[in-house]
């Protein structure tokens, strides 16, 4: 990353008085942690920060414990801001409703990781090595001279382990540890992260996970394996999507699997596709020819193709891609 675009970048906000900090829809551990680690930071010095996102706003019940979290609000309480802070969007589609806002910005700081970033701000902070956004947050805050607490660090730490998987996918390098042994030194305590995140599921949530891996199914050809969930599930059990996020990490399990992917039905009758790869397969590249985005480990796509024609459709790429 150039080190001159992220000094720009702090000297932006350093100058802005109002700012409204936001990310992409349906937002993951990493998008929040970012948000609200650069938000705490801001807040101390003295600025007016509003923090949301472009849709409902709905948390996750694993992301509800995140220090600040009741800070986020809905766009239309937002102050009328000097600088737009967007953190972990690819794209202006991602801002959902946002991307109609972008005009009335004079400026846009644009913080993010994916390969696949349009450059959409007016300022552009890009690291495609980097795990998460969390990791670029972390090295702006100190290029801010910013004295990172524990709260911050917490937050910045959930994004990376959200985000590299555990520490577990292909995103996941020397300067990731790093930057989490420096993140525990400030006091982050990784056994209490995990308990939240991983080991915070209702027993209802885990009799309906148990029913979501029942309908699993195997396709050979390709190595994918698959399970859905309808809209009815989410009626019957009062969830949101986001409730379902870590669902997809018990597919990935499976030995025979390349690909693991959970299909969501949204309440607009589309599909909202979550796909994780062992390696092999780019499934970043999926998902960005299916209109969406992510890594090459994790990604994501929403579709109008019914359940049927959506899971031929991932079958085939998966095969493209496999070693005959």
């Known amino acids: 990353m150039d080190k001159k675009v992220l000094v720009e970048a702090a000297e932006a906000l350093a100058n802005a008085s109002s700012i409204v900090i936001t990310t992409h829809i349906q937002p993951d551990g990493d998008a929040l942690g970012s948000i609200l680690a650069i938000s705490r930071h801001l807040r101390q010095t003295g600025k007016k920060v509003c923090l949301t996102w472009g849709e409902e706003i709905r948390i996750p019940a694993h992301y509800q414990w995140m220090p600040g979290i009741d800070e986020i609000v809905e766009y239309g309480t937002c ?4 600088l737009l802070l967007a953190l972990d969007c690819a794209n202006e589609q991602r801002l959902g409703f946002i991307a109609e806002k ?15 970033n349009s450059a959409f701000g007016t300022l552009n902070v890009l690291d ?30 959930t994004g990376i382990v959200t985000d590299t998987g555990r520490f577990q996918y292909s995103n996941t390098t020397a300067k990731t540890h790093d930057t989490a042994s420096e993140l525990i030194r400030l006091g982050v305590e990784p056994n209490e992260i995990f308990q939240y995140l991983y080991e915070n599921m209702s027993f209802a949530s885990l009799k309906w996970l148990g029913a979501i891996l029942e309908r699993a199914v195997f396709i050979d050809e390709s190595g994918l394996v698959f399970s859905y969930v309808c809209a009815e599930d989410l009626k019957a059990t009062g969830a949101s999507l986001g409730d379902t996020e870590s669902f997809i990490d018990y597919l990935r399990v499976a030995r025979e699997a390349e690909v ?55 079958s085939a790429r998966i095969s493209a891609q496999v070693p005959s």
């Open 128 to 157: 495609f090595e980097a795990s998460a956004s969390c990791e670029i947050v972390y090295d702006l805050l100190k290029a801010m001279g910013a004295a990172i607490d524990e709260v911050s660090a917490t937050l910045l730490y």
């Open 79 to 82: 102050i009328e801001a000097d």
């Open 260 to 314: 693991a992917a959970i299909l969501k039905e949204t309440p607009e009758g589309k599909l909202k596709v979550s796909l994780r790869s062992k390696g092999v397969v780019d499934v970043g590249s999926i998902a960005r020819e299916g209109g969406g985005g992510g890594h090459r480990n994790a990604a994501g796509l929403t579709t109008d193709k019914p359940l049927d024609e959506a899971v031929a459709w991932i």
């Open 102 to 116: 972008l005009p009335l910005f004079k400026t846009v700081v644009n913080i993010d990781h994916h390969i696949d």
